[in-house]
């Protein structure tokens, strides 16, 4: 089968090239409706999703990403000369002979290196996942891609022109496989005619019938290469499920306005783009109940903007804005305009994918980032304290950072599987555990400050309204926490019938209330000092981070939906450098604090 | 009497709690930690169903006995130490709203009990198995007459008109080949079935109980010479041990503990969607159709919406395909506890939220004052 689709991907590069679109308008291109994944997105996601898996990046030189796609699809001969794969194992650029300085592949130079590979892919497939090397990960990685982006090249094969001289009997026809498919079989009868007449010796045939072999053959290929290919679900038919790529509908399906845009872009005509893609457009969105138009720009706009981008710029300004010889209200003016960003993304996330905003292990970090910034904000904008709007700004910069390493192929929006799709639980009880995230991670950052501040000595005031501030908010946290836990139960219980199973990822949200009932109590019964109980509160960053991700680690029961590699190390040292330098500010500030009364 | 109230007063301490918090949370690490290499339910036995578990030579105290104090903490301070004041309200509350939570857990550790159906499409059943406990049961005659706990079986069965010694178990165990020229461990007596060319071992148990493979060796004497000898029982055989006895045919079986509903389901359809274009499930559910005495009547079990019905509870829990037959497994749940965690956590919550609403009012008092 692999072999095949080289075998194509010959023909394909034996196309005329002619097409340059650079001032093309692509707006109305990336619009189209298309389903992948799940879900009805505009191609503009499509692309994009594609590019980031194949490059790890969100242009390949100059074009955009429907740019790219609209490359792929109508112009092959040069999307296969497109440095679009990312290879970064050294290893395996060793092993396969490509050169070690470069970083991006074209698809040509990848058919080569891969070749000699194919034999081995097999017993690779064989192996459990944990047995393989990275460089084996890779080339396994690296082969579906190839093929992906082969398929997604083929989609619209059927339209565009072969690279071949017709013969005579069917010159009348468009010199592709849609205008010959119902003379195919004629085709093949022909040759099977001459085949019994001369025998299979091609050189003895006329120059006619040697065009006629060439194009049965061709056609042969191509139609054998495409079948199943269902890459690019763009046709609407029926139902929600009904989406059909074009080689499963060119039979009875009007193409004709492909084929003009597939026209337009080959001949270089900006105009014909612009208003046959503009057509399309409006032809599929009539033609679907599953999407509207608004969503489709809505999330356009989405990819375009990177709201978490503009968030999270206005968020470092107002840090800096802190500590600038600038009035406060500027901070807090930059802050809030980073929050309303901030929320900004987070409703167009729930538009777009018609759910809850917490739904995976990113959406989380997203989440919990907010409501952090919003109760910082809150305090900061009542009590004017600088303190809370550092502490709230710093933790949901680190968060969002963290947030797309998150993502292991870029941000799909994806849709949930069947166990989590219960919207009026998944809101109540992941809202309610991620808000208790925010609070405790808030709680944490202001202890943070608050230990430093001890530290430096002075500021006595601040001091005592930074523990004002923790108390309610660690009290808050709790509630959160304790609440979402036990709903959490009551969700299991009204889903899977059973209300506590001490799976990891129950347990760990119980950690972080029994960590927040211990201070309580401890401060309560005075076995923990204020300096104690500060630290306590400024370790539940750990706490929070164990319960978080550190379950996911264990791999292990029901919540193992974002289970992540390669995070055990990042986690690690966060763990170790939280326990050092807490326990380093505690030794400081003890020593610091007794030395006077020695004195 | 003084004396008692005394150490009650002691036991109501809130320092009781800070001082096992810390054991707490340790135990829960460990027994998280240790699900990973033990497996859920091993790991949930050693450590949270315990009173205490060892290291070593090192006693630990496990979940029953950490959330026992607990609980007699809550109680005493509830009880004797709360302090009846509008003030104080938020934390009573809450402190009662734990404590129901913890009486919900004992009665939900003491009375739950899981177990699962299977059903294919177009059958009917009123059987359950349960996913740990297996058992030898004996029909004679296609009626089933004696069931045994796996557990529980005894050296010699004596009950019947002849005597079966067992003579090996295995709770999961290893099929091995039995060589023919292995010096043959029971001499001279003679091997029937399977026991012709399969041995058993004893190997670890599997981190999923469900998925032990458990096993008998037995030998049945007073029958005659045909069928007196060594027999091998595996859970999930083909077909059942077959002896006949004056004409009664006796069929012994080992496999997952069954039990009865006093009513019986029967699957009309299993339905599986997914998102459109892939094969990520998007709902799972199955039309059935209840039986209680001469009533019957149709209902549908979704997952993440069960259907409850005289203290069971069923829910669409997975699902097999195999040669265009399909079969719906539910898990049914017995709880008798169900509702406390429910009433614990409205009133946790509304403690927990007076309570907040108490600190965030007290500074503007003194103020006033």
Not at chain 1, 20 to 41: M, N, W
Not at chain 1, 329 to 345: E, N, P, T, V, Y
Not at chain 1, 579 to 596: D, N
Request: hydrophobic share 50%; aromatic share 10%; glycine share 6%.
């Amino acid at each position: 089968m692999i072999r095949l689709f080289f075998t194509l991907l010959l023909f394909l590069c034996a196309l005329p090239q002619y097409a340059r679109a650079a001032d093309f308008d692509y707006s109305a291109f990336a619009q189209i409706p298309v389903l992948h994944e799940g879900r009805i997105k505009p191609l503009d996601s499509f692309a994009r999703l594609h590019l980031k898996r194949f490059s790890g990046q969100s242009h390949v030189r100059d074009l955009s990403p429907s740019a790219w796609l609209a490359q792929t699809l109508f112009d092959p001969a040069r999307a296969t000369e497109t440095k679009l794969f990312f290879v970064q194992n050294k290893d395996l650029k060793m092993q396969l002979g490509l050169p070690l300085d470069q970083k991006l592949f074209s698809v040509i130079e990848l058919q080569g290196a891969l070749a000699p590979t194919l034999s081995q892919i097999p017993a690779l497939l064989a192996k459990e996942d944990g047995a393989l090397t990275p460089a084996q990960n890779e080339v396994l990685q690296l082969h579906d891609d190839v093929l992906q982006y082969l398929s997604l090249m083929r989609s619209f094969s059927m339209i565009l022109p072969l690279n071949i001289d017709l013969p005579e009997k069917y010159s009348d026809s468009a010199p592709n496989y849609l205008a010959l498919y119902p003379v195919q079989d004629d085709i093949l009868r022909d040759v099977k005619r001459i085949i019994k007449v001369k025998g299979d010796n091609i050189e003895r045939y006329s120059k006619d019938e040697q065009k006629l072999a060439a194009l049965s053959y061709q056609l042969t290929i191509l139609q054998n290469a495409a079948q199943n290919n269902q890459s690019l679900a763009i046709f609407p038919q029926g139902g929600p499920g009904g989406w059909r790529a074009p080689w499963q509908v060119f039979a009875h399906e009007d193409l004709t306005l492909w084929q003009n845009l597939a026209a337009a872009y080959r001949s270089n005509n900006a105009q014909h783009w612009r208003d046959i893609s503009a057509q399309i457009t409006q032809h599929a969105q009539d033609n679907t109940s599953a999407t509207t138009p608004q969503k489709l720009k809505l999330e356009i706009l989405y990819n375009r903007l990177k709201p978490y981008h503009v968030a999270m710029a206005l968020y470092a300004l107002s840090m800096l804005l802190i500590f600038a010889p600038a009035r406060f209200i500027w901070a807090q003016a930059s802050f809030s305009l980073a929050a309303l960003a901030h929320s900004a993304a987070i409703t167009a996330r729930m538009m777009i994918l018609e759910r809850p905003p917490v739904g995976t292990l990113y959406e989380s970090l997203l989440f919990v980032g907010l409501i952090t910034a919003l109760i910082a904000l809150f305090i900061a904008l009542k009590q004017q304290s600088r303190a809370a709007l550092f502490a709230g700004g710093m933790a949901t910069l680190l968060l969002l950072s963290i947030a797309p390493y998150l993502l292991q192929d870029g941000d799909s929006l994806e849709m949930l599987v069947a166990v989590l799709n219960t919207n009026f639980w998944l809101t109540i009880h992941v809202l309610c555990i991620t808000a208790g995230y925010a609070l405790c991670i808030l709680s944490a950052c202001l202890a943070h400050v608050a230990l430093f501040l001890r530290l430096r000595g002075g500021a006595k005031d601040l001091l005592r309204k930074l523990q004002q501030n923790i108390y309610p908010i660690s009290m808050f946290a709790l509630l959160f926490t304790a609440v979402g836990t036990i709903l959490g139960g009551i969700w299991a219980d009204q889903s899977w019938g059973r209300f506590w199973g001490w799976d990891p990822k129950e347990n760990g949200a119980l950690l972080i209330v029994l960590w927040l009932i211990w201070l309580q109590h401890g401060r309560i019964s005075g076995h923990m000092k204020p300096l104690h109980f500060l630290i306590g509160n400024a370790y539940l960053n750990v706490i929070v981070a164990l319960a978080w991700f550190g379950v996911n680690l264990l791999g292990v029961g029901l919540h193992s939906y974002g289970f992540i590699n390669g995070i055990a190390w990042s986690l690690g040292l966060f763990v170790a450098g939280e326990t050092l330098l807490l326990s380093g500010l505690w030794i400081m500030i003890r020593i610091r604090e007794k030395k006077p009364h020695e004195a | 009497m003084k004396m008692l109230r005394t150490y009650a007063l002691r036991l109501a301490q809130a320092d009781m709690v800070f001082w096992l918090m810390p054991a707490l949370i340790a135990l829960l690490l460990a027994g998280t930690i240790a699900q990973k290499w033990m497996g859920l339910y091993a790991a949930h036995q050693m450590f949270f169903s315990s009173f205490i578990f060892w290291v070593g030579p090192l006693p630990l105290p496990g979940g029953y006995l950490l959330l026992g104090i607990l609980s007699i903490n809550l109680t005493l301070k509830f009880l004797l130490g709360s302090e009846w004041r509008w003030s104080k309200a938020g934390i009573n509350l809450t402190h009662l709203g734990a404590l129901i939570l913890l009486v919900g857990g004992l009665l939900t550790a003491l009375t739950a009990h899981e177990r699962y159906m299977v059903i294919t499409e177009g059958q009917e059943t009123p059987y359950m198995y349960d996913y740990i406990e297996r058992e030898l049961s004996i029909f004679v005659d296609e009626h089933l007459k004696y069931k045994i706990p796996f557990d529980k079986l005894p050296r010699t069965l004596s009950t019947l008109p002849f005597t079966i010694e067992i003579m090996s178990t295995c709770k999961n165990c290893e099929i091995t080949k039995r060589a023919e020229t292995q010096p043959d461990e029971f001499g001279d007596t003679a091997l029937h079935g399977m026991a012709q060319f399969m041995a058993l071992d004893p190997k670890p148990r599997e981190k999923d109980p469900e998925a032990d493979l458990s096993g008998l060796i037995f030998k049945v004497d007073g029958l005659d010479a045909t069928q007196d000898g060594i027999y091998v029982a595996i859970e999930g055989m083909p077909a059942p041990i077959m002896l006949t006895h004056n004409e009664q045919i006796y069929h012994i079986m080992l496999g997952k503990a069954q039990s009865m509903l006093p009513f019986s389901l029967t699957l009309l359809d299993f339905v599986k969607e997914s998102y459109p274009g892939t094969d990520k499930a998007k709902a799972f559910s199955s039309d059935i159709i209840i039986k209680d005495g001469d009533l019957e009547w149709p209902a549908k079990i979704e997952m993440n919406k069960p259907l409850r019905y005289k203290g069971y509870t069923f829910f669409q829990s997975s699902f097999e395909r195999a040669g265009g037959v399909e079969r719906s497994i539910f898990s049914v749940v017995e709880n008798k506890g169900r509702l406390l965690p429910y009433i614990g956590t409205i009133i946790l919550t509304a403690g927990l939220l007076l309570h907040i609403f108490m600190i965030l009012r007290r500074p503007k008092k003194r103020k006033a004052s």
